[in-house]
Structure formats: structure tokens, C-alpha cells
């Protein structure tokens, strides 16, 4: 089958391409992106007009999930992951490998791989562990990891705490072209807290963790990276001191790469304290900072130093989270709040263009972890995210289509949304807030 | 109601300008920060009431006869229990104790749980200590009961820093414009953060001091003047408070030595003389003789930690009394 695609504001960074223009779909691939595409020149192609003002790009990929299947499957599954993704505009997720068990075997890989095929929603990109079993103490066999689909590695949820394991995770992996994700937290500092250490927690009690518990390890890790050539990607940056250790790096032709998630660019530590004191909603890791690392973050999107926008979705059941602060699990949900957050927050304010918004969730994180998509060209697959800019969209936690609903943004209302989905060409996700026809037959 | 005399609001009153309070108009007493200058100053007041019934031969008022009140503590407590305890007892509530080793919660029942089942149980009011900081609101948010914090994790203990501000005021008439230095472990210290808070706000200078290791992060943004030095904290001070040091601290490399925390920081008379002659001593308790305070400080003629002990029993009655509902309950009794 084939779709046109005709009109909508079309940006594709990889191809230069920023304006108006079709783009025409054939079974699973992209075909072809032109300025007017007459539809005698596809016959028997569906007509879809794309409204004036939304915006077609190549499909956003959040390479920072948990998916929890195997093991917890009470907080979120590969099908209900994967439906929440698409619902978010993701038309791909890197998932986590901090499973029950733990992805550190081609068994994991395939039993994830296998529940994605069935979904059969979003692409599903298995992320396997650093250490056999996330104990930060061996490898793991990662070569079989890599040839079962893993397109990365990561201990997340925990640091590769020794830097001797650190080196030998670059080192073997740069033989097979993947990157290591850190967590970057240096457990000696952080030890047992709970909040950003700083004002709001040392008034509310809270034990405390410095924003150098991160800063040493990412400063570690570009070191590393420097003298064995692999390719560290440091995940979810909230302290001002890693951003700083990261743009370094960069200038010194480190391979190191980073991202940071729509909450350490919106929030700070305020949110501890009200409107919901103590709300566990916003205990997550990293945490909360203070606005200067909320800023840093914000300029490190706006000058090219962060890389990517992932969400750590983090799914967790509300049981979990109804408890007193201190014993709450870390993590919010993120699949469905990023588009809407990241166009209220970053696009509309002027603070970035959607150009560049379009290479932080889809060319970047493909090319972060070397996936195909992030661009439109021709033979690329389908998967294409379109977006809604100026549609008023309020969050309703309850409304989720995660299984979790673990949100510090339930009741936001925000300005921009995901009009629609495509992965391989198929329609996943139409939001019905917005009409697009998509299966209108052009008159012969 | 019966014939019982009712307490009386004492003539001292609110703070220029704040319009005068008969009751707290809210459900929980979470922590200070939330109080105004006004209902410090009512709960001040109603306390000298309170303490009054303390000194009679039958200590025993029946304002919250028919009441009960749940003291629920997750962390082994005695001073702070006990005078909970007699305050409800003398004001002719019915109590209920409820701690951890013998509750559910070891069970691994979660705290919303035990919250609920109590509730279903209709207390009037559940007096709650808890380990982790923050836990009285969550309380609060599901109970229908008034909660009152009686300590929790590192956050606040109100009714600490009421006691405190109370036999403050009856030695010293007011709290306005003295000089209150407070030394020891305030990173861990919920009475730091209440008296921190009840003493800026009622317009006294506080004076912290510690090594930066027991400092809380931003101290400077409390309102109080922080320093390393102890004997610049104490020179001049109206009223000297010491936190208690923890020993096990010491593991964490909070600090190298009891011997040397003592040597740095510890209270000896020494050191006292800095301060005005007039000076009170003052400690929540349990003391670490030797540690924080010397022996001689202790149980020298400025110590008043008998009399904080004494005063904590009025100050929670007052605190049951007007979260209660105050005049206005007793007048629609």
C-alpha cells in the first residue's frame, strides 16, 4: 500500500530538508520526499492531507526506557511499553536491561525481542548489561549480546562503579562498535540519599545526593573514553558540573555522547516541597536539582552539548510509590509527557527550533546507539512522527496508556502534541484529538 | 461540658500587629514552618494555662474526655512519648500506644496501610514519630485524624521547639531580639530545623555552630548566622542550646573523635563565660555528658533541661487542646 502525505511543514536534518514538501510512503519504506507530489505520479495511493501548521519528521527514538518485562511485569510490559511509546510520538525504544532477570544473555534479548514482535508497536532495541549479572564485577558476554540485538550496553540503575571494569568495557566494546551507556553516580557519594542535596532537602530533611556524585564519575568516564577510543554515552546528565566534563570532552575529540531527560530541563528541587510535600512523584535518579543545573541543562540543549532527550521512563506501581519518601523507588513515567513537554518548554519559549528538536529525539539517539531511522531519505523506513505544534494538550495521569502513572506533571497543561505515529507505514497511534483522513483513495 | 475550669489564654498575647487567636484553624500540626507568628504565640499562651493544672493536687481537666488519641511511634522513644502520654492523660483522653515492635508494621504492612486501619478505628487524633522525614504528611493525607508530628527523620519536631521557645520565654519574658546560639549535629537534627524555624520567626538571632561536616547544605538560606566557631557563636548569647552528638556518627567520618568533638565544640564552662551572664543552657536530651556538654554545664545554675522536660508536658497539652478545636469546641460542647 501506499500513502502521500501531502503538505505539513517536513523536517528531515539528515537531508537538509526544512519546509514544505510530501512525502510519499511504499509498504514499509519511505519512497520518496519531494515539494509537490502530484498523486498521478502514485497511483492507487491513499491521499492523507496533512493539516496546515503540523510538522512530519523522521520517527523519535527514546534510547532511555524501562520496559520492565521480564519480571515486573506489575509496573509495565513490552506491549503496554510499546503502546505508550507510540502514544508519546516514540516510534522506538532502547530498553534497559535492569530486568528480573537481568538482560545479560542472548535468552533475555530474544524473550524481549520476541514480546516487541508480538506487540508489534514501536521498535524494540534490547540494551544489555555491562557485568554479568549488573554486578559490575565481570563482563558480561557481549559480542553474543550484540549478535542477539542488543545495540548497546549499560549496568543502568547502577554505575559501573570501578574504573577498571570501565576501561575494559570501552576498550572491548569499541571492537564491536557499541556504545557503553553509564549511569553515572559514584556510590560512595551518594550513599543512602534521596534528594538533590541542597537547600529544599536540607529543609525538609532529606539525606542528600551532591550533584559530584554524578560529576566524578562523567569526568571519570570521559577520561577513560579519551585514552581507550571507545564510545562512552553518559545517560540522564542533571548536575551543571557533568555538562561542563562532557563539553570538555567534546573539545578534546572524546567520543562522548549525552542525553538528559524532559524532567532535569523543566524541574528543579522546589517540587520536593509544594505544591505536594514530599511527593515521591518527584524522587527520581538523578534527582531534581537546583535551577542552575536546570539551567545548565537548558543550555547544554541549546548549544549542542547534550546530544540526545530520553526519558528514563521508569515505570513504577502506585503501591510502590504510596509509601513514605525515603523507601520510594526512583523514576517516573516519561513516554507520553516528552513531545508535549519538550515543545512547551524548549520550542515555543524560542529557545530551540524544531529542527534541532527533531536531531535531539530522532536523528541523534539513532545515531547514539546506530540504529536506522532519523531521517526520511529514501528506502529509510517508514517511521515517521508527526506532531501537532500548537494543540493544547493538559496530562491526566490516569489517562496513561503505561500500565504506571508514576507522573510529577498529572494536571500540566501544555501547548504542542503527537498527531500521529507510523512505524514501517503503519498508522500505531492517531490521536483523536486532531482529524487527519488517512484513508482517503484518490479519485481515479 | 462541666463545671472544670476551662484553661485561660494568658495576658501575653500575639506579637504587635497579629490579630489575637483562640484556636489553631488547622487539622495536623506537621511542623513549624507552616505555623504563623500568631498561633506560636496562642499555643505559647494556652501553655502557661496548661501548666497550671500540672501544679494542682488532681492534674486532671476533662477538655478531651470522649477523645481518643492514638500515639503511634515507629521509633523507640521515651521522653517525648511519655510526655505526649500525660498530656492526653491530664486533659482526660483516651490513649492508645502503638510502637513499631508490636505493631504490624514489622509484618511489613505499609505505613498508608496501618494509617487506614487506624483510621477505620475513628481516632480523633494520631500523635506519630517516624524515622523517615515527611512521614506525618503522608499520614495526613490520608487520615481524617488530626496528625501531630511527633518527630520525623531529620525533617521536624514541633513540639520540641515549642517546649523550647516556651521555657525560653519564661526565663527570658520574650524570644524577640535574643541571641540563641545552637551547637552540635545539626545535619541530622529535626530540632534544629523546628527552632530554626519558630525562633527567625518570632525575632530572635540564631547562631548556628558545627564542623561543616554536621552543617546542612545551604545553612545560609535558613536565616541564621552558621559558624565553625563555637566561641564566636556563643559570645554575647541570651540562650546556648546543644544538639546531641551521635557516637556512631564517627563511622561516617562525620567527625574524628568524641575526645576531639569535645576538644572543637563541647560546652565547658570555659567556653560559657562567653556568653551573657545571664545565659540558659538548654538540651532536647538524651545528653552525651563529655561529648557535647560538659558535666558541669549540665548541672550547673544556667541548665534548664529539667525544665524544658517539665514545660514539654504543657506544650503538648495546649498543642491536643487547640487542635481540639480550642474555646470554640469547648463552646459548642
Partial sequence: ?444 | MSAQPTPQVAAAGPPAGEPALTGLRRKDLLGIAELSPAEIALVLDTAEAMKEIGSRAIKKVPTLRGRTVVNLFFEPSTRTRTSFEIAEKRLSADTLNIAVATSSVTKGETLADTALNLEAMHPDMIVVRHASSGAPYLLSRICRSAIINAGDGMHEHPTQALLDAFTIRERKKTLAGLKVAIVGDLLHSRVLRSNIHLLTKMGAHVWVAAPPTLMPADIGRFGVTATTSVEEAVEGADVVMLLRIQLERMQSAFFPSAREYFRVFGMTEARLRLARPDVIIMHPGPMNRGVEIASEVADGPYSVILDQVSNGVAVRMAVLYLLAGGAEHETAA
Avoid at chain 1, 541542597?198 to 542528600?208: M, R
Avoid at chain 1, 577513560?224 to 566534563?245: D, L, N, P, W
Avoid at chain 1, 570538555?248 to 517540587?271: M, N, Q, S, W, Y
Wanted: proline share 7%; charged share 20%; with cysteine.
Fill in chain 1, 1 to 444: 500500500m501506499k500513502r502521500l502525505l501531502k503538505g505539513g511543514r517536513v523536517i528531515d536534518p539528515a537531508n537538509g530538508i526544512d519546509g514544505t514538501y510530501d512525502v510519499l510512503i511504499d509498504g514499509d519504506r519511505i519512497a520518496r520526499v519531494d515539494r509537490d507530489i502530484p498523486p498521478s505520479t502514485a497511483p492507487g495511493a491513499r491521499v492523507v492531507p496533512i493539516p496546515a501548521g503540523f510538522v512530519v519528521c523522521p520517527g523519535f527514538l527514546d534510547i532511555h526506557v524501562h520496559l520492565r518485562e521480564p519480571g515486573q511485569e506489575h509496573k509495565e510490559t513490552v506491549a503496554t511499553g510499546t503502546a505508550s511509546a507510540v502514544a508519546g510520538g516514540f516510534t522506538a525504544v532502547a530498553c534497559m536491561p535492569n530486568t528480573s532477570p537481568v538482560n545479560d544473555n542472548a535468552g533475555v534479548t530474544e524473550y524481549i525481542l520476541k514480546k516487541a514482535a508480538e506487540a508489534n508497536l514501536a521498535r524494540v532495541y534490547p540494551i544489555g548489561c555491562v557485568s554479568r549479572g549488573q554486578k559490575g564485577e565481570t563482563l558480561a558476554d557481549i559480542a553474543e549480546l550484540k549478535a542477539a540485538g542488543c545495540v548497546a550496553v549499560t549496568d543502568d540503575g547502577h554505575p559501573v562503579a570501578s574504573a577498571l571494569l570501565m576501561r575494559r568495557a570501552l576498550e572491548y566494546t569499541s571492537m564491536l562498535g557499541i556504545p557503553v551507556i553509564d549511569h553515572c553516580e559514584d556510590p560512595t557519594l551518594k550513599l543512602d540519599g534521596v534528594a538533590h542535596e541542597g537547600y529544599q532537602a536540607a529543609q525538609l530533611g532529606l539525606k542528600g545526593i551532591p550533584g559530584a556524585a554524578e560529576s566524578v564519575m562523567v569526568a571519570r568516564d570521559v577520561h577513560i573514553a579519551e585514552f581507550t577510543g571507545g564510545h562512552v554515552h553518559v545517560a540522564h546528565m542533571s548536575a551543571r558540573q557533568s555538562i561542563r566534563a562532557v563539553r570538555e570532552g567534546k573539545h578534546a575529540g572524546v567520543k562522548v555522547t549525552c542525553e538528559v531527560a524532559p524532567h532535569h530541563f523543566i524541574l528543579t528541587d522546589e517540587r520536593l516541597a509544594a505544591p505536594i510535600p514530599y511527593d515521591t512523584n518527584t524522587k527520581m535518579n538523578p534527582p531534581l536539582r537546583e535551577a542552575a543545573d536546570r539551567d545548565a541543562m537548558l543550555e547544554g540543549i541549546v548549544d549542542g552539548t547534550i546530544d540526545v532527550i530520553a526519558t528514563d521512563h521508569a515505570p513504577h506501581h502506585y503501591d510502590e510509590k504510596h509509601v513514605e519518601f525515603d523507601r520510594a523507588p526512583f523514576g517516573i513515567v516519561g513516554l507520553e509527557t516528552a513531545v508535549p513537554l519538550c515543545l512547551d518548554a524548549l520550542v515555543h519559549p524560542g529557545k530551540i527550533g524544531l529542527r534541532r528538536l527533531v536531531e535531539l529525539l530522532s536523528v541523534n539517539p539513532a545515531r547514539v546507539i546506530n540504529v536506522v531511522g532519523g531521517t526520511l531519505s529514501a528506502g529509510a523506513p517508514a517511521d515517521i512522527t508527526i506532531l501537532a505544534p500548537d494543540l493544547p494538550v493538559t496530562i491526566h495521569a490516569k489517562d496513561l496508556v503505561s500500565k504506571s502513572k508514576n507522573t510529577p506533571f498529572d494536571g500540566w497543561e501544555l501547548k504542542g502534541g503527537v498527531a500521529a505515529t507510523l512505524v514501517g507505514g503503519r498508522v500505531v497511534y492517531a490521536n483523536p484529538a486532531v482529524t487527519i483522513d488517512w484513508e482517503r483513495v484518490q479519485p481515479s
